[in-house]
C-alpha cells in the first residue's frame, strides 16, 4: 500500500524559512516521479511543482508563484520528498500535500495527508 | 495557464441518484485529466486517470468521460460515503491546474 507523511510545516514569520519532507513507504519511491500541491484556507488546490526520478533525470518543474523561493528536491536513500521554501510570505499559508504521479503505473494518483504552513508575524 | 472550470461548485442529491460534474479546459488537454474525491480532513483519493480510467480499487459507480476540453465524472447511484468534495487536475501542461471543486452534499 502506498504511503505519504508529510512533515515540517509550522508557524513561521514572513520572510523566514521552513522545509518539509514527504516520507514514501509501500512503493518503489526512486522510481517515482513526485508532486508538491497546497490548499490555501477556503481556497482550491494549486500545483507548486514537480520532480521526475533520478532515471528520468531529476527534472524539476515548478510554479510562478514559488519560482525562485521554494526547492524541489529528493533523497531516494531515504524514500523522502522535500520543499525547502524561503522567503515565505503570508499568501503561502496552506496545508501542503506531497502526492506520487499522474500517469497510470501501480504508484501513481496518491496524496498524503498534508502539513499545515501557517505564515503570520 | 490552461484554466479548468468545474461545475456545479455545489450539488444536492440523494442516495441512489445518478449525477454529473464537468469540467471544461480552457485548451485542448487530449485526455490528461484525473479526478479525485476529498473528505473533510482527509487526503484527497483518485477517482479516474486518462479521462476514464478507473483508479485501483475504485467502485464501478464512478465513470469518467470526455476528451479534448470537455470531461465528465458520473456516479451512477450514489451511496452514502460519496458525499465529498471532488475535483479535476489537468496535467496536459505547466502548470498543472485543478478545477475549483464540486461539493456534493446530501439531500
Known amino acids: 500500500e502506498v504511503q505519504l507523511v508529510e512533515s515540517g510545516g509550522g508557524l513561521a514569520k514572513p520572510g523566514e524559512s521552513l522545509r518539509l519532507a514527504c516520507a514514501g513507504a509501500?512503493?518503489?519511491?526512486?522510481?517515482?516521479?513526485m508532486n508538491w500541491v497546497r490548499q490555501a484556507p477556503g481556497k482550491g488546490l494549486e500545483w507548486i511543482g514537480r520532480?521526475?526520478?533520478?532515471?528520468?533525470?531529476?527534472?524539476?518543474d515548478d510554479a510562478a508563484p514559488v519560482r525562485g523561493r521554494f526547492i524541489i528536491s529528493r533523497d531516494d536513500s531515504r524514500s523522502t520528498l522535500y520543499l525547502q521554501m524561503s522567503g515565505l510570505e503570508t499568501e503561502d499559508t496552506a496545508i501542503y500535500y506531497c502526492?506520487?504521479?499522474?500517469?497510470?503505473?501501480?504508484?501513481?494518483?496518491?496524496w498524503g495527508q498534508g502539513t499545515l504552513v501557517t505564515v503570520s508575524s | 495557464d490552461i484554466q479548468m472550470t468545474q461545475s456545479p461548485s455545489s450539488l444536492s442529491a440523494s442516495v441512489g441518484d445518478r449525477v454529473t460534474i464537468t469540467c471544461r479546459a480552457s485548451?485542448?488537454?487530449?485526455?490528461?485529466l484525473s479526478w479525485y474525491e476529498q473528505k473533510p480532513g482527509k487526503a484527497p483519493q483518485r477517482l479516474i486517470y486518462?479521462?476514464?480510467i478507473l483508479h485501483r480499487g475504485v467502485p464501478s459507480r464512478f465513470s469518467g468521460s470526455g476528451y479534448g476540453t470537455e470531461f465528465s465524472l458520473t456516479i451512477s447511484s450514489l451511496q452514502p460515503e460519496d458525499f465529498a468534495t471532488y475535483f479535476c487536475?489537468?496535467?496536459?501542461?505547466?502548470?498543472?491546474?485543478f478545477g475549483q471543486g464540486t461539493k456534493l452534499e446530501i439531500k
Open positions: 502526492t506520487t504521479g499522474v500517469t497510470g503505473t501501480s504508484h501513481d494518483g496518491y
Open positions: 509501500g512503493f518503489s519511491f526512486s522510481g517515482a516521479w
Open positions: 520532480i521526475k526520478s533520478k532515471r528520468d533525470g531529476e527534472t524539476i
Open positions: 485548451q485542448g488537454i487530449r485526455s490528461d
Open positions: 486518462g479521462a476514464s
Open positions: 487536475l489537468q496535467h496536459n501542461s505547466f502548470p498543472f491546474t
